[in-house]
């Protein structure tokens, strides 16, 4: 759940713009009266931002105070667990607005289920590079083992009659029991 951090006072600067975030909201069609109630009556709500200064909510509000030439905003801040939670509190915020029609809403609703399951996707995906990477590695470690444990026993077979070969190469993997049951794995 989310957490509130604080309320205070940004930099426009330090807020960052979300595409993904900012492409899900329609265009304020009463733009020029909430330009003119800031110009008169300053900011009545804060903007919302995640703890990384990223918007999440008031992309008008910013582009407001832009075009005003206003350098400081009021922001309240937040801890999100993500992703996921950030489209949450955006849907909350949103499903309050009067300005919204309900086929904006509707809109709204699709746009963020739609988000939200390309977010399930990427992590899914995300954990299988992961894991491929880790089963990728693992693999290469077991070659390089193997491949050491060929070369010592050619170069043992130069120095040492066959016989004492085995003797020799477990007793040098003996130290590692991980080693000698790949070795005897690999050389019966």
Known sequence: MARFISRT???????????DYKALIPENNQYEELKKAIKEHGFLFPVIVNKNGELLDGYTRLRIAR?????????????TSGREEELDIIASLNLKRKHLTKDE????????????????????????????????????????????????????????????????????????????????????
């Open 105 to 188: 809403l509707v809109l709204l609703n699709d746009k963020i289920h739609e988000m939200k399951k390309r977010l399930k996707k990427d992590n899914i995906d995300e954990q299988n590079r992961s894991t491929s990477a880790t089963i990728s590695t693992v693999d290469s470690e077991n070659i390089s083992a193997r491949q050491e444990s060929r070369e010592i026993k050619e170069e043992l077979k130069k120095l040492v009659p066959d016989v004492q070969i085995n003797n020799i190469v477990t007793m040098i993997f003996s130290s590692s029991s991980y080693l000698s049951t790949l070795y005897l794995s690999t050389f019966p």
């Open 9 to 19: 006072k940004l930099n426009i600067d330090y807020i960052k713009e979300v595409e």
């Open 67 to 79: 075009e005003l030439g206003i350098a400081e905003i009021p922001a309240e801040v937040y801890e």
